[in-house]
């Protein structure tokens, strides 16, 4: 089992680097190069048991994902993506189950629900892979990204709950909103404490091989732990890798360009190896029908009207929807205007702390006034920095583009390789090979026909956010602003604390040419003969501009994308300042 799964890893990194080459899309092609590969003559059968991919490929790729995702993005666009990640995934499974009732010979409804959760959540490997690939605009791929973080588990929720009605199985909370709502806050709350707690002690490790080992164990400790108290592993994963990843700029630079490559290639590998391992199944599927008696062309027929019920399914509930947010968002912005127009008619109170009097009656009020003109200053320049700012509904173009990425994957047929063989009274689970069946045309039916219609969709419909790339550089400036003043002021710190003469002298100096240059960079510039001194310098400098900018992130002032950059180019600098020989500073 090990030696198939290297050759399948080293092939699918092969064809991963001819699809880079090409230009092609690297998943798509996978799973191509997969499913003809599958009926080579004499290939073995390469298959993971459901508790692999759930506990060992599933969480490293949620996690990594949720590390890279701006939290503060994520609250801001909540609305719409728990609209997509749980109330999509619910109707989903009733339509689709539904239909699966409807057309499919001798299936009742209680199946066809577990069939319906199995194929109702769009991969968050296949869905983040293929729009980062595509370069779709910020906003909606942080629809898309939150989406696919947290629909996972709401589809194993369902399923679950589905599986065990029919197996006669008992769950530890039998009421279904109750066990999403238990299984959703508190596999949330685990992965928060959890991720809280690793960060504190990353924080008190100086050794950089080690903080990153403590890192790597995180998504399969939030995981099981999750699983063991009956939450959501899946929930507990992306809560633990939201908060290390909000965190990560108070961690050690080495420490961050460490996990940073570590988790860019691990992504690499299982991506990879999910694609690739999603074709391969094809034959198998087919044959395991075949051998229980079903006619395999009926069974794909059907199978393609439960795909067809799938992609119509999120169609009409991104566009119904999307009447619903047009009308939230005029009526938000409403109440924005009827509140800037409070601020504005409220005069500005004396904002200095009333001192103390011999009248407490008096000095009472003059607080109340004080607190309440706090108050008042604090809203308008929360709105004057646009922290109450609407997120603007999508259009008409991109909610087609947003309707069209639900492409399935590897946990749909975890899901359905999952499904018991026996319910509790013995008898085999009724429809499992079906289902079996009609999960694998409805990955890989997602995965070509969206998959390979959507870079053409997205070119017609000219979706793309001509503001963008103005707001980022307004941003990349900002940010430059907000470190240049850190550096100064670091440097007049580190002046007004010397007594040496000669220290002094040095720190004039660097002040002098950094208020003179548009952007400096104290670490790499020429440095002065004494080493120890400006070594200690451009320390302190590096410093003061990480805490700075991630400040600037904290109040709002800054994207965590633009912060992570800026971040990463500060790592460098530090790691380049750390490894420079003594001979560089003219010894």
Known sequence: MVSEILIVVIAAIAVTIIAERRGIQAPLLLALVGLAASFIPGLARLELEPEIILTVVLPPLLFSAAREFSFVSFIRRLGSIVNLGVFLVAVTTGIVGAV???????????????????????????????????????????????????????????????????????????????????????????????????????QRISNASLATVLAVVVPFTAYLLAEEIGASGVLAVVAAGLSLGHNAGEANYDARIQEQQFWRTADGLLEAFVFAYIGLQFRWVLADASAKGFDVLQLIGLSLVVLLAVILVRIGWVFFTAVFSRWRAKAAAKQLKR?????????????????????????????DRWRIAQRMEQAREARRQGAFDLMPPFSWRENAVISWTGMRGVVTLAAAAGIPLVTATGAPFPGRDVIQVVAFVVTIGTLLIQGLSLPWLIGRLKIADPTEAVVRERQMAFAEGVARQATIEAVTAFRDRQTDGKARHIAEGMLKRIVAMTQPAPADGPAPPDEPLMTQLAGEILAARR?????????????????????????????????????RFGR
């Open 100 to 202: 699966a009732a409807a057309v499919m010979p001798g299936m009742t409804l209680a199946v066809a629900l577990v069939l319906g959760a199995v194929v109702s959540p769009p991969d968050a490997v296949t869905a983040v892979a293929v729009a980062r690939k595509l370069k779709l605009p910020a906003q909606m791929m942080t629809v898309l990204k939150g989406e696919s973080l947290i629909n996972d588990a709401a589809a194993l929720t369902f399923f679950t709950f589905a599986t065990a009605s029919v197996a006669g199985t008992h769950l530890l909370i039998p009421n279904l909103v109750l066990y999403l709502l238990y299984s959703a806050i508190a596999g949330f709350i685990l992965g928060l404490v959890l991720g809280g707690l690793v960060h504190l002690v990353q």
């Open 339 to 367: 509140l800037d127009a409070r601020l504005a008619a409220i005069p500005r109170a004396r904002l200095d702390r009333p001192a103390r009097t011999e009248q407490p009656a008096r000095l009472g009020r003059e607080r």
């Open 547 to 583: 805490v700075a900018v991630v400040k600037a992130r904290d109040e709002r002032r800054l994207d965590d994308d633009v912060m992570r950059e800026v971040l990463e180019h500060m790592d460098f600098e530090e790691a380049a300042m750390a490894n420079r020989p003594p001979s």
